[in-house]
């Protein structure tokens, strides 16, 4: 792992009397792309401001490479950041936004222009360079406020939401070109969004937030797998949750019972009177005969409906309980050959080990 670029101390903020942050511990490391994850009004957008310099915390303190900052104004941070509307100059020209933090700082004309034009190749818009904002595309906007804020050559660059105005194919496309960019840059990256699959496919590393604290760090495939809790587990993907009540918990082996069900699962967490066992869509398997079943953990329940979805197909299944499951499957021509029908009987199943375990929280 890198060095520590960037610390938050024990960081908190205050609206009035509304307690935006709570507590916020979080190192950054030099290099990596950070993205922090969670609903709207969670605290996200106001760590960026924060670390910008656009807020003061109340409590705390943010450090970069050793120093507090907490004082400094925007400009002496070693960060720049891109706004959810990019706030690019609309009378200027590709070329003049790209240029404007460089002649601010008095740099000679010959540095500027050299310094531009790498940005604009880097971006991919130096034919562009003459137009207007308003004659671009929003992915080009994109870009364009992307060069103008590492052309500064930040230690760390801020993030906002700043896909979020974009169609989705486009958006894939950034997401794509903006992790490519971030690795050949080597600018540590702080991404702020909402959507957990863009925080999937483009992070080094996930700080899940829910009512303005940390619910869980880790990367793409530990928050996805091994979710702490459970909002984290259902705010990252589909999920299936069922509460059970323990039975036995010996030998790392825990007997936990589902309405008339008993589940017999390996276990190395301490669990007291109930948890939740859960199960992502894909991870069930779905059978029509109960001799196909190939586990002594299953479901049964009544096909509802069926959503096609291109590669895939969800099938909702009532269980037994009344309660609504959802299991995904590759479509292809066979499975539609087999043709599910509303209102059949279906079994679910999973490989053990697949499921995840997390202790009820009162």
């Known amino acids: 792992m890198n060095k520590v670029l960037l610390s938050l101390k024990n960081l908190s903020k205050k609206f009035d009397e509304a307690e935006i942050l709570q507590s916020i511990n979080l190192d950054i490391y030099d290099g990596e792309f950070l993205t922090l994850l969670g609903p709207s009004g969670c605290g996200k957008t106001t760590i960026l401001r924060l670390i910008g310099g656009f807020e003061h915390p109340t409590s705390g303190e943010i450090i970069i490479n050793g120093k507090n900052i907490n004082d400094f104004p925007p400009e002496r941070r070693a960060t720049n950041t891109v706004f959810q509307s990019y706030a690019l100059f609309p009378h200027m020209s590709v070329y003049d936004n790209i240029a404007f933090g460089l002649k601010m700082k008095n740099t000679p004309k010959e540095t500027i222009a050299l310094e531009v034009k790498n940005a604009l190749e880097m971006v991919k818009l130096f034919e562009h360079k003459d137009k207007k904002p308003s004659e671009l595309s929003g992915g080009q906007q994109q870009r364009v406020a992307i060069a103008r804020a590492v052309i500064n050559k ?20 950034m997401q794509l070109e903006l992790k ?3 690795r050949k840059l080597g600018i540590t990256f702080l991404f702020v969004t909402h959507d957990q699959e863009e925080a999937l496919s483009m992070s080094d590393r996930i700080v899940v937030m829910n009512k303005g604290k940390i619910e869980q ?11 702490k809790n459970l909002f984290v587990a259902e705010f990252i993907g589909e999920a299936n949750s069922f509460l059970c009540s323990l039975v036995a918990l010996e030998n790392q082996r825990a007997k936990l019972q589902y309405n008339s069900t008993v589940f ?17 869509p894909e991870d069930f398997r779905v059978e029509k005969n109960f001799e196909d079943v190939k586990s002594q953990n299953y479901f049964t329940g009544i096909l509802q409906d069926v959503i096609y979805k291109g590669t895939t197909i969800d099938l909702l299944i009532k269980l037994e309980d009344s309660k609504e499951v959802r299991a995904s499957e590759f479509y292809n021509e066979d499975s539609d050959a087999l043709g599910y029908k509303i209102g059949q009987k279906l079994f679910l199943y999973w490989v053990e080990g697949w499921e995840v375990l997390l202790a009820h929280e009162e």
């Open 154 to 173: 930040p230690l760390i660059l801020l993030l906002d939401e700043s896909l979020s105005a974009l169609d989705y194919k486009l958006r894939k496309e």
């Open 180 to 182: 490519m960019l971030q």
């Open 217 to 227: 760090i880790g990367t793409p495939k530990e928050i996805y797998e091994e979710p």
């Open 264 to 280: 017999d699962l390996k276990c190395t967490k301490n669990l007291s009177n109930k948890a939740i066992i859960l199960i992502r």
